[in-house]
């Protein structure tokens, strides 16, 4: 994770998602939401399941905007 904290800072992103090595490739898996102000795991499920979650993170970061 804090890896991935640093490359949103190096890269000037809003958002990253991290991802474990283990969960590329695999059918289920874990992520976690990481912005400037907040880290928030996604917790484990389907790649369907992931997606889902991450749009909910994105609409919600878009209306506080």
């Known amino acids: ?3 991935a904290q640093e490359k949103l800072v190096r890269k000037s992103l809003d958002v990253i998602l991290f991802n474990r090595d283990d969960n590329i490739g695999a059918s289920e ?7 400037a102000d907040e880290t928030v795991p996604l917790g484990h499920g389907s790649k369907r399941e992931l997606a889902e979650r ?4 994105t609409a919600s970061l878009l209306d506080r905007t």
């Open 1 to 3: 994770v804090s890896h």
């Open 29 to 35: 898996g874990a992520l976690t939401w990481i912005t």
């Open 54 to 57: 991450v749009f909910q993170q």
